[in-house]
């Protein structure tokens, strides 16, 4: 991974850590994202909203490719 990637990586977790800690109606086992059949990602409204922000402009192509993955 490189730091790049790794940066990603941090700031989209903290993201969603902070998403979800915030979010009584997250449980346990549903994240702000769901990852179809066909493999394609779907963001929740919340995190869709997160991420359209123009700080995070950076994220959402790579989250698509690699969100899932970091919850292997």
Same mark, same amino acid.
């Given at each position: 991974?490189?730091?790049?990637?790794?940066?990603?990586?941090?700031?989209? !977790?903290?993201?969603?850590?902070?998403?979800?800690? /915030?979010? %009584?109606?997250?449980?346990?086992?549903?994240?702000?994202?769901?990852? +179809?059949?066909?493999?394609?990602?779907?963001?929740?409204?919340? !995190?869709?909203?997160?991420?359209?922000?123009?700080? /995070?402009? %950076?994220?959402?192509?790579?989250?698509?490719?690699?969100?899932?993955? +970091?919850?292997?």
């Amino acid at each position: 991974m490189t730091e790049d990637q790794a940066d990603k990586a941090i700031r989209l !977790l903290n993201i969603i850590d902070a998403l979800v800690i /915030n979010h %009584d109606d997250y449980c346990d086992s549903r994240l702000p994202f769901t990852v +179809l059949p066909s493999g394609t990602v779907v963001f929740d409204e919340r !995190l869709s909203a997160l991420l359209s922000k123009p700080e /995070n402009a %950076d994220l959402v192509e790579w989250a698509h490719h690699n969100i899932a993955s +970091l919850f292997e």
